[in-house]
């Protein structure tokens, strides 16, 4: 049975949604239908449980369900739809709520002189999911706008399932500029933005009641839905204790500037006086309605996404008690097909137990070479009919895709071009770029046009390509079929990054900065490779820059290059600890098993 087959073979199981268990359809004495479509159950309480049990309440501006549905602008939608993978193959009882973003965030075309261009990302969203009866209103500019919400049902081999919302205000009866404030992702000024956050905070609460979900807790995905605190306020007459007791806030940004806020005269107009103005800021911070700090004020639980940004979080929020959870991806999403192949012959199970990925060591050194080069190829095709550049399948091949904007550093490796051009006589490489910047971030498309210069000032020496309109599918492509994920935010403002786990997730060896996840992931020389200094060594941001500029270098020129062509064995002992000591762990079963016990079940 060819891989395909199997697959096959495996979704046509018929599942218990709420223990698992396999049930023949045509025997099936339990079942009821719901969103369309029919489940079967074991027994009555099974099917009891599924409609009645308590779920948590997943709220995200952005979710990454797949490249098709382009509701998602990066690492923060990515971080969702694995949250809503991991929780239906391990049956925890989610529902998530996001906005439908009919046009998407953007589509990128970049033109030869390297300037980003942007058009709408249209998608249909009856393509993919029904359309629920309910409509709920929310206030807006003294209007009642109507939303109404998309079902899609992520399902798993494992039988779990969690529905998705996808909330809308392309509805009769809504003015033409109401019905497009669920358009476009990020798009628009703040009030454009306040008038989403409302949609998704407010309507999202109301959505559900009106869905009669039984919702044991809020969970909020950064502070984008934090209004959603405010409405729980007044549906329990403004007992704060018990709206904390459901609330659970991740934030993801180390730095106060980057906090969605907005002036209370907007907040006023648009939102009206739907909640007191002395409880917005008694809760939401006295010179403006700062989101992050709503959130923070109404959650009983609160964490950071890595250690290293729990420790920034402390700082930045005295007084508040924050945990951490680091992030982690989904293992079989971000598995290539010829890896996941390798791991079903030596560690059947990992795909819903990662943690046996520990297990890689016996895995034969020139299978794994064998799966990475099919991964490597398959790239290299993809970027030739995308490109029609040709790259080289023996050359050192370095990927970096990621949100194109300026604490990312796209550009750090041109800082020196002459000793770049140095250290490709020791041992050549080629580069593999893409990312998209948002439409307002003119710092981010300046680092797009930088590159496009680069590309053409080493035409002849180093095959350079970015590539357009990153996404999840070239995520997944990039992610697997390089031989070094570069990584170089400016620290502290990586609160996790996360496709760098997706590169252990295929062997693939890390370079990074000791920002976000990599501080917990980086064992120099074992797992990969460390650049600058640990952030908690007390030395002046000046020589921080320089070390790792020498890092970058020198790395690549004495470590990187020389193991890559002359010590082949060395290197794939390396991919080998890839998988066993960083995905074993960086996945996000190990991530929502602890939402569960630490934040879900508190
Ligand atoms: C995983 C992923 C990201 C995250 O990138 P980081 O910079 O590592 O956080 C961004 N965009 C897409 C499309 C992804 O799949």
Redesign the pocket.
Known sequence: MNESDEEMEKARIIRDPVCGMPIEPEKAKFKAEFGGKLYYFCSEYCKRRFFERPRIAYFSMEV?IKSEIPTYS??LG?LAGDTIRSSADLKIPLTAVTLVSRKGYLKQKITEEGEQLEYPDEWAPSEYMIPLPPIVEVPIEGRKVKIRAWLYEHQSVTGGVVPILFLDTDVEGNTPEDRGITDFLYGGDDRYRLKQEIVLGIGGVRMLEALNFNVAKYHMNEGHSSLLTLELLRKNNMDSDKVKNLCIFTTHTPVEAAFDKFPYDLVEEVLGDLFPIEVLKKYGGQDRLNMTFLALNLSKYTNGVTKAHMEYSRRLFPGHHIMSITNGVHSYTWTSPFFRELFDKYIPGWANEPELLVRVGPIPDEEIWEAHMKAKRHLLEFIKEKTGVEMDLEVLTIGFA??ATAY?RATLIFSDIERLREVNKIGKIQLVFAGKAHPRDIPGKMMIKEIYGYIKQLKDEIKIVYLEN???DM?AKMTSGVDVWL?TPLPPLEAS????M?AAHNGVLNFSVLDGWWVEGCVEGVTGWAIGPRPDEPIEEKERRRRELKDLYNKLEYLIIPTFYERRDEWISMMNNSIGKVAYYFNSHRMMQRYATEAYLL
Do not use: D, F, Q, V
Request: proline share 0%.
């Open positions: 990454g990066g690492g990515a990621r949100r990312k990153y996404n999840m995520a990584n990054g996360t496709s760098g997706k």
